[in-house]
Antibody, heavy 118, light 109 residues
């Protein structure tokens, strides 16, 4: 059973870069898409983007200019970088696995709250 | 952009009752890529139904999904206490590539 665990700072200053890492345990990173999804307090889910195990990426158009997702299969980790953050980026950030058939999120991390504040 | 609209926003029911949740797409989508999740407070979403109607591993058979085209439904035949949660539908395809509905909260009446 694959397990995912997010890690990174819980507080980021406005205009700075939010950086998170998701560690994957018990299982291979292929052939899956590895996603970041966020949830603002009391709100719904917003997909940020994914990285395929091979390194190709796809991002939400509204975040594309600020987002980078990368993967390190040797370390079994993938990472999120979100630049120029504002208070609107305050959210719980989840990492999740998506299969290549059906394109559904079948495994999730527990989520980590990131607050953007000075 | 494909928009998923879930209704109602909140469903107030009693244990044992039947819950019917709707997910409507702004244009036709493939049922193969329509997924339902359950989320409880403080937890990550949990995969419930994929391919519009297939139950994920370990999901009780009181949960069922149906629909095609633009209209999809999640039905909980008899609500158990642990079913009170927020439910989201999700689609793959279009732009953005992944979209979620706004969610339906099933609360205890």
């Amino acid at each position: 059973q694959v397990q995912l665990q997010e890690s990174g700072p819980g507080l980021v200053k406005p205009s700075e870069t939010l950086s998170l890492t998701c560690t994957v345990s018990s299982g291979s990173m292929s052939p899956y898409y590895w996603s970041w999804i966020r949830q603002s307090p009391g709100k719904g889910l917003e997909w940020i983007g994914y990285v395929y195990y091979s390194g190709s990426t796809h991002y939400h158009p509204s975040l594309q200019s600020r987002v980078t997702i990368s993967v390190d299969t040797s370390e079994k980790k993938f990472s999120l970088s979100l630049t120029s953050v504002t208070a609107a980026d305050t959210a719980v950030y989840f990492c999740a696995r998506m299969g290549v058939t059906g394109f559904r999120f079948d495994s999730w991390g527990r989520g980590t709250l990131v607050t953007v504040s000075s | 952009e494909i928009v998923l609209t879930q209704s109602p926003g909140t469903l107030s029911l009693s244990p044992g009752e039947r819950a019917t949740l709707s997910c409507r797409a702004s244009e036709g989508i493939s049922s193969s890529y329509l997924t339902w999740y359950q989320q409880k407070p403080g937890q990550a979403p949990r995969l419930l139904i994929y391919g519009a109607s297939s139950r994920a591993s370990g999901i009780p058979d009181r949960f069922s999904g149906s629909g095609s085209g633009t209209d999809f439904t999640l039905t909980i035949s008899r609500l158990e206490p642990e079913d009170f949660a927020v439910y989201y539908c999700q689609n793959y395809g279009g732009s953005p590539l992944v979209t979620f509905g706004g969610g339906t909260k099933v609360e205890i009446k």
